[in-house]
C-alpha cells in the first residue's frame, strides 16, 4: 500500500530541502507546497551562495529595493529572494531611468556638474544596480546584491528607489521659467533672488534625506510668487511735505508776548483758533498768522 498524497509529497519537500533543490515549471521557479506539487514540477539542485554573500544580499535586499527575506540560507530562500528582486526591478526600472534623466537635464541648465552631486550619484549607482538586476537570470541576483557599487549610501538608494516617479514628477511640475525669471526681474532685490537660486541648486545637489526636493522646490517657487509681487506692487506717491514757515522778526521796540502753533487742524478748528486769538487781542497788539495747509482725499479725510 502506497503512501497518502499528502505524505508523499512531504517526503519530496523534505528531501529537496535537505538536498538544496528547488522546483521548477516551465523552467521558471515554482512555490512548491503539501497541497500544490503537480506531477509536471521539475526539482533541480540549487548552489547555495557562499553565506557572507547572502547576508549582504539580504540585507540590501531589504534596505534599497524593499524586498523582505528571511536570513536562512536555504534553496527556497534563495529563489524566494530571487524572484522578489525580479519583480521589484521591473516595477521600479521605468520610473528610477526617468528620474535620472530629469535631473541630468535640470543639473546641466543650471550648470552644475552632476557627478559632483550627492543626489546623481546615488540615483546613477540605484539604476546600474536594477539595469545589472533585469538583465541576469535568478540564480544570479545574489552575487549581484553583494557586489554592487554603494554611491552615498544603502538607506539613500532605497529612498531613491521607492520615491523616483514622485521624485520625477515634482521635476516636472516646477515652473523652472518661471525660477529663472525671477533673476532678471529682481532689480534691486539681488540678494533674494540668490537666496531663492542658492537653495534650488542645493536640493538638486543633496540627497532626498538631507533635502526633501519637492518641498525645496515648493518653497523656493513661494519665495518667488512673494519677491515678484514685491517687485510690480505700484510705488505709492509721496505725501507733499508743508515747507517750513519763516522765522518771525520782531519790529524794532516790539516785544513778542506769546506765541504758539497748532498741527493737523481741519478747517473748523482753524477758524475757532483764530476766532479765540481775535477775542485775546487787547489794544495797542498785533498778531501775525502764517498759513500751510495740506488737502487730502480718502475715506479718512474730513
Known amino acids: 500500500m502506497g503512501l497518502p498524497r499528502e505524505a508523499e509529497n512531504m517526503v519530496i519537500l523534505l528531501f529537496a530541502e535537505q538536498t538544496n533543490r528547488s522546483f521548477f515549471l516551465h523552467s521558471a521557479p515554482c512555490d512548491a507546497t503539501l497541497t500544490n506539487l503537480p506531477d509536471r514540477l521539475e526539482l533541480r539542485e540549487q548552489k547555495l551562495p557562499h553565506p557572507a554573500q547572502w547576508d549582504i544580499a539580504v540585507g540590501r535586499a531589504g534596505s534599497i529595493l524593499g524586498v523582505a527575506a528571511s536570513p536562512l540560507l536555504k534553496a527556497s530562500n534563495v529563489i524566494a529572494l530571487a524572484t522578489s528582486v525580479k519583480q521589484k526591478v521591473v516595477d521600479a526600472r521605468r520610473a528610477c531611468q526617468t528620474y535620472r534623466q530629469r535631473l541630468q537635464d535640470r543639473l546641466g541648465k543650471l550648470g552644475i556638474t552632476a557627478a559632483d552631486t550627492d543626489r546623481m550619484r546615488t540615483v546613477a549607482a540605484t539604476l546600474a544596480m536594477i539595469e545589472r538586476l533585469y538583465d541576469i537570470e535568478p540564480a544570479e541576483v545574489v552575487d549581484v546584491l553583494a557586489t554592487i557599487q554603494v554611491a552615498t549610501s544603502e538607506a539613500a538608494m532605497g529612498e531613491c528607489l521607492s520615491k523616483a516617479a514622485e521624485l520625477a514628477g515634482g521635476l516636472d511640475a516646477t515652473n523652472w521659467e518661471f525660477l529663472e525669471a525671477i533673476t532678471e526681474l529682481a532689480e534691486g532685490q539681488e540678494s533674494e533672488a540668490d537666496e531663492i537660486h542658492h537653495s534650488i541648486r542645493q536640493a538638486l545637489a543633496s540627497d532626498e534625506h538631507v533635502i526633501q526636493l519637492a518641498l525645496a522646490l515648493q518653497e523656493a517657487q513661494a519665495k518667488s510668487v512673494r ?56 489794544a495797542g497788539q498785533d498778531i501775525h498768522v502764517t498759513i500751510s495747509w495740506i488737502i487730502e482725499e480718502g475715506e479718512s479725510a474730513q
Open 227 to 282: 519677491l515678484l509681487r514685491s517687485l510690480t506692487k505700484p510705488a505709492q506717491p509721496p505725501r507733499p511735505i508743508p515747507e517750513p514757515a519763516p522765522s518771525y522778526v520782531s519790529k524794532p521796540g516790539h516785544n513778542i508776548l506769546r506765541r504758539g502753533s497748532e498741527q493737523n487742524l481741519n478747517i473748523r478748528a482753524a477758524q475757532d483758533l483764530i476766532s479765540r486769538l481775535d477775542h485775546a487781542l487787547q
